[in-house]
């Protein structure tokens, strides 16, 4: 039996919501796996963007979320080990697109599958932010559209809410150069002093307001932050300029995608080409190579 799972891009923080807020988005990972009796061991295809770079065995993040599930399901009553594994990646990888939640809620899919469908979604969460770490990515990726997500402890993701998923595009602009989750967040200050820390708060609440309205006016404010853009900032040249760009060409608001380096910028349907032109305009100008979509909510 072969088992086929499409798992969704995300993008996370959405401006102020660090590690809270998160939504999916229309570009995906594919993920196969089909069970060889006779096979000695499991082997990897691997297609698409990760084709050359993802690795083929023990590192390979989503069989390392495979043994992880089968672990929780004690899979040794199934004995799954001798597999075809294929993944197509669609998700640029390192690019602030949640490719690294995808293959984990990949993995967590297939090996729940294999084994009977065991955990339900609830829980395929809590494993997959176990292994990630936060939940942003992870929950729009396992519940699609647009989430706001808290997490306190280890060993569950907490709760999730479930905003209207707004009536608008996201452009995104992902650029040549990579930046890597873990040093995104190594760079960020471990305390935020109390100013930074009120002015997040206050654009969460016109964030929330905006997409509970659908008033996206109050996006372009709603999308400040000084908790994490601040800091990773310095390592994406023009970022500001590229979110003016796209604010001047229509967007109702624009931020770093998760830990970047993408940029993102949400706007009305007929003003996203626009949007795309004006941000990858602007960014090429620092010699930057840039891939750009115009993507829909999952
Ligand atoms: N909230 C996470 C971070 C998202 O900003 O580090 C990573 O995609």
Known sequence: MKIKIRVPSTTANLG???????AALSLYNEFESEYVP???KTSFILDGEGEKLLPKGEENLVWQSMLETFKVLEED???LK???IRIKTGIPLNGGLGSSASAIVGGIAL????????????QIADLAVKIEGHPD?????????LCA???????????????PIPKLKVVLCIPSFELRTKHARQILPESIGLKDVVFNISRVAMLTAAFCR???SLLKQGMQDKVHQLYRGKMIPAMDEVFEAAISAGAYGAFLSGSGPALAAFCKEEDGLNVQKAMVKRWEKENISIKSHILDFD
């Open 111 to 122: 090996a729940n599958v294999l084994c009977g469908k065991e955990l339900d979604k609830s």
């Open 77 to 79: 009553k199934y004995n």
């Open 82 to 84: 001798n597999l075809n």
């Open 38 to 40: 006779n096979a000695r």
């Open 214 to 216: 659908g008033d996206y």
């Open 149 to 163: 997500c808290s997490k306190d402890g280890d060993g569950d993701h907490g709760i999730v809410l479930h905003l």
């Open 137 to 145: 990515n992870v929950a729009p990726a396992v519940f699609g559209g």
């Open 16 to 22: 102020p919501g660090f590690d809270v807020f998160g």
